[in-house]
């Protein structure tokens, strides 16, 4: 069955419209509130560290620290986990980049004008007007710069998703009704191929995020690639005594896919 990503400026009512779809189709619904809890899931730290990174534009130090760096894997193995069930609504986080290529996959993109959004959040959060602009404007400059630090790409290009939605012209009971059909048209399009692929994806981001997490592994560059029917892991360390520790969790892993590695010294 097919996946939907919803991406949303703030005040178009991208949440809305998701939250609908995935109830008229029975889907699962995977927001903030389920994707931070599986994180915490992952130990005490990453709950505090979720609370601090989740969303918001993070330093430069931060962007290269490990914590950041585990957070990331961490949230993008969670998306693709709940990607490989099929049948599920994912918003935010990426998931458009995440799904990229994936036949089954439809990835929607909700905005409106500005304006509009002003009167939308104001309306829905009981706020004047200039504080529902400025909490707008805040939150898409921290929600662009939070995806470019996960994926260096644009959060608002257009060419990155499948369908557009302007809610000022496209009623939010007319967008849903698009995008169930959209989803229709994708089941159509899912194959063993597809699926195959989306379960690759998702394993090598549990062995990234496997690794990136493991106390006492500290990576300046870490990749886990799909290269095939086995996965690359390549990266930078700076410590030989790593590389067996981190060959070892990847094995743990990865289970019976084939493993290649590409990891660099430096000093």
């Given amino acids: 069955m097919a996946i939907l990503t919803v991406s949303g400026e703030c005040g178009s009512r991208g949440r809305e419209i998701g939250r609908t779809v995935a109830r008229e189709l029975g889907y699962s619904f995977v927001n903030k509130e389920k994707i931070l809890d599986e994180v915490r899931g992952a130990g005490e730290k990453w709950e505090q560290w979720a609370k601090e990174y989740d969303g918001r534009c993070p330093t430069t130090w931060e962007r290269y620290d490990w914590s950041f760096q585990g957070f ?21 986080r990426g998931g458009n980049f995440l799904l990229a290529g994936i036949a089954h996959a439809l990835r929607a993109r909700v905005t409106a004008p500005l304006e509009a959004r002003v009167v939308e959040l104001a309306k829905r959060e009981s706020l004047s007007d200039k504080a529902a602009r400025w909490l707008i404007e805040k939150t898409d400059h921290e929600r662009a710069c939070f995806i470019y630090s996960l994926y260096r790409a644009q959060w608002d290009d257009p060419q990155r998703y499948d369908l557009n939605l302007n809610t000022a012209q496209t009623s939010v009971e007319e967008s849903v009704k698009i995008l169930i059909e959209g989803l229709g ?48 892991v390549r990266g930078v360390i700076h410590n030989r005594a790593e590389i067996k520790r981190v060959e070892e969790i990847a094995r743990s892993l990865a289970a019976d896919v084939p493993l290649r590695f590409d990891l660099q010294f430096r000093l």
Avoid at 200 to 216: E, S
């Fill in 72 to 92: 990331a894997a961490l949230i993008q193995s969670v998306i693709l986990k709940h990607a490989t069930k099929d049948r599920v609504v994912l918003m935010g």
């Fill in 185 to 232: 048209a994708r089941d159509l399009a899912k194959s063993e191929a597809s699926q195959r692929d989306l379960e690759m994806r998702a394993l090598a981001a549990r062995v990234k995020a496997g690794i990136m997490t493991t106390p006492g592994v500290l990576l300046p560059t870490l990749d886990v690639e799909v290269d095939g029917r086995q996965l690359l």
